[in-house]
């Protein structure tokens, strides 16, 4: 069973410090924003349709976060916990990447090695 990711990180907004818990959930909305943004940016006509969308995406973000962030703090937040999101993201991949690395190395020793011949 997967366990779920939960990761603190701190970050600054407009000199204040807020702490933010990386969690599965919040990966998801962070995704899920940028996908909504994507698909805004592709088809501008679309946006009004997203928009709702957007906004509830950003809440649930938002209130990831402790103490709770100013409305004029959003956009800042939202930068912010995607760079995050990002970062964390991008070393989960690397050692990922170098955990099926080591693990190949590691088979393919084990089929190369000759049994040894026991001395009679």
Do not use: W
């Not at 603190?8 to 969690?23: D, F, V």
Request: glycine fraction near 2%.
């Amino acid at each position: 069973m997967k366990s779920p990711c939960m990761i603190s990180q701190e970050i600054t907004l407009n000199g204040k410090k807020h702490r933010l818990i990386l969690t599965d959930q919040l990966l998801s909305d962070v995704r899920r924003l940028k996908a909504l943004y994507n698909a805004a940016y592709e088809d501008p006509e679309s946006f009004e349709e997203v928009s709702s969308a957007i906004s509830d995406a950003i809440n649930q973000i938002a209130g990831a976060v402790e103490p709770p962030v100013s409305d004029s703090d959003l956009d800042a937040l939202i930068q912010a916990v995607m760079k995050a999101v990002d970062e964390k993201s991008k070393e989960t991949e690397e050692a990922r990447a170098k955990h099926v690395e080591e693990r190949a190395r590691a088979e393919k020793g084990k089929t190369t090695t000759k049994p040894k011949k026991s001395k009679k």
